[in-house]
C-alpha cells in the first residue's frame, strides 16, 4: 500500500498570492496559435470600430480589439455563447492572455456582436487581403454556394394566414375588453383623485399590444408569402404558407438532415487556393441563385479584381447568370446541357428535316415526365424553328412570362401542327395537349449553350471536381469546428452579421495557421544556411 509520501506534491497552493509565475505571459507557450491571433489582430486598422464611440464621455470602455478578439477566437474554438464567453474570460489561461485579464460579461458580447456590421465587413476586407499579399488568396478559381442553418425558431412554432388572423382576432376582443375595464376604473380613479389618468398604457395592456404587433407583422408575411404561392400556380387555399412566429423574417425550408423546419440560406464564395471565404452573405430563400452575381461584384470591389474563374452547382444555373458572368468576362461552370443533339447523339442528324432512324428512336432522350426531352430538337437560328425528331417544323406561336429565379423574363414558343399520326406521338405530346408538342426558349439559350460546350471538355471536368472541396469544406468547418448548425440571432440583419463573424474567425484562423507554417519553414531554411 503506497505511503502518504508517494503522491506528487501540488505544484501551486491555494492561497499563494500570485497566481501566475513570473507572468502570465510564461504560461503560454511561446508557439501558441493565440499569439499569432493577437499579432494578426494588432496590425488592423481599428479607427473605424473607435469612431462608434464617443471618445470622452462615460468610463473608460475596453478597446473593440479586445472584445473583437474574444469573439473571433472563441469561434475558432467552438465557443460561440455569449455565457460560455464570459466564463472562458475568467478561467482560460489562452483567453486571460489575450485579454490581458480583462473580464468582458455576456451582455457586453451580446451588444457588441451585433452593433458593429459594417465594421466587421471592414475587418473581413482587411484579412482578405493581407492573405492576398501572402499570395494565400489568387483568385483563380472560387466556389459558389449555400447551406441551410436553422433559424432561433422552432419547427413546431409557425402558423398559417389563417391562424394568425384568427389569433389576431381573439388578442383584439381581449385587447379591447381589457382597455375597457381599464377606461372604467381610471374614470373612478380620475373622480375621486380629480386629476388626469397616465397616458401610458398599463404594463399588461402594453404586453398584450406588443403581442398584437408580433402577429400583426407575421399576418403580414404570410399575407405576401400566400400571395407570391399563387403566382407560382400554388393555390394558398389547399396549401397555405407557414409563418415562423418567434422569427417571423425566417422561412420553413427542408432540413439537410431531413423535414421542414425555420431555416436560413446563408452563401459563401471561396477560394481554391487555400479556401479563404472571398465573400458571404444570408438569405432566406430556398434557393441562393439571385446571390451569385452580387457575389462576383463584391469579391472585386474587395480585392480590386474578378475572379478568373466561377464554380456552382446545378441549382444556381440560370440564364442571367450565365450571361453576367460571361459579360464580366469570368468563366462559368455549372451543369448545363446543350438543348441540341450534338454528333454522335440518336436525335443528330446532318440534315434536320430528315428523321431519326427506327433503330434509334429507343435511344431518344427523355425527360423528367417520360416525354422527348428538349435536346432531340434541332433548332435553325436563320429561319427560327425548332426540328422534330421526325423531321417536321415547330415555328415560332407565340411569347409567353415566366419567373425564373426571381427574374422576370420572356419565353418563345414554338408549335408542331403535325402530330397527329407522328409514330413517335405517344413518346413525344402529353396526353394532356390538344394542339401538339411545344418548345420554350428563352433569351439566354445561346449563352447557356456556350457553358455548356465548355463544361463538356476534360479540362472543365477536372476543374468542376474539385468544386465539393472548395465550396463545401468551409461549410462543413464553420458548422462541426465551430458548431453553426443554429443560429443564436433573429432577423435577417442580425443573422447576416453573426454569419459573417463566423467567416472572419474562420479566414483569421486560417491566416493563423498560414503564418505560423510559413515562419517555420523561413526558420528552418535559416537552420540549414538556405537564408
Known sequence: MATPDYWAEAPLTREQLTLFAPTLDAAIGADDQVRLFDEVLSNV????????YHGRRGQPPIHPRHVAAALLYGLTRGIRSSRRLEEACRYRVDFLWLLCGRQIDHSTFAKFRTKFHDELKGLFKQLGRIAMTLGLIRLGEVAFDGTRVKANNSRYTTRTGKTLAEKLATLDTLFEQM????????????????????TQL???LAELEERRQKIRDALAEA?????ARRKKGTNPEKNPSQIPTTDPESRVMPNKEGGYAPNYTPTATTDGECGFIVDCDVTNDVNEARLTVESVDRIEETF?????KLLTDAGNNHGHIHQAMEERGVEFYAPAELGQPAPGDAAYREDPTQPVSEEKRTELPRNSQGRLDKSCFIYDAKNDLYYCPQGQELSFEKTKPSDRAGERITLRV???HNCEGCPLAKACVSPQSRSGRTITRDGYEEVRQRTAARMKTDAARTLYNQRPRIAETTFGIIKSSMGLRQFLLRGLDKVKTEWHWACTALNLGKLVRHTAALRAKRHQLAAEGEV
Open 202 to 204: 398599463p404594463p399588461k
Open 45 to 52: 486598422d481599428w479607427s473605424e470600430w473607435e469612431a462608434a
Open 414 to 416: 414554338y408549335r408542331c
Open 179 to 198: 382597455m375597457s375595464e381599464c377606461e372604467a376604473a381610471d374614470a373612478e380613479q380620475e373622480s375621486l383623485a380629480g386629476h388626469d389618468s397616465p
Open 304 to 308: 480590386g479584381k474578378r475572379p478568373e
Open 223 to 227: 399575407e405576401a408569402a400566400d400571395e
